[in-house]
């Protein structure tokens, strides 16, 4: 069983940056691929960022491309989100999501191990 925590998250003003980091524990942290995801008050769970096991592909939503970026570390059992130029509209409350031996979805229902979320609050 994969766990997984999440960590980074906080009070932020518009234009500045945080990064989100989340460990992994249990499993062979290369054999999944890893996504990101964000829930806002009153919204859908909605995907955010994926990478692929080896940190070759890398898919994101187009209302962050260009500000955001992941990254993992294998030997570190470890996934990055790196959030630049933040806006009020990333409010949300984010998640990391484990898809085992899979490509890089963005779909929520393809990923079977989640965190518990860490907020990121950006004040305009």
């Known amino acids: 069983q994969v766990q997984l925590v999440e960590s980074g998250g906080g009070l932020v003003q518009a234009g500045g940056s945080l990064r989100l980091s989340c460990a992994a524990s249990?499993?062979?942290?290369?054999?999944?691929?890893m996504g990101w995801f964000r829930q806002a008050p009153g919204k859908e769970r909605e995907f955010v960022a994926v990478?692929?096991?080896?940190?070759?592909?890398?898919f994101y939503t187009d209302s962050v491309k260009g500000r955001f970026t992941i990254s993992r570390d294998n030997a570190k059992n470890t996934v990055y989100l790196q959030m630049n130029s933040l806006k009020p509209e990333d409010t949300a409350v984010y998640y990391c999501?484990?898809?085992?031996?899979?490509?890089?979805?963005?779909?929520?229902?393809?990923?079977?191990?989640w965190g518990q979320g860490t907020q990121v609050t950006v004040s305009s």
């Open positions: 990478i692929s096991w080896g940190g070759a592909r890398t």
């Open positions: 249990g499993v062979t942290f290369s054999n999944y691929a």
């Open positions: 999501a484990a898809d085992a031996y899979g490509s890089g979805s963005n779909s929520k229902y393809d990923y079977g191990n």
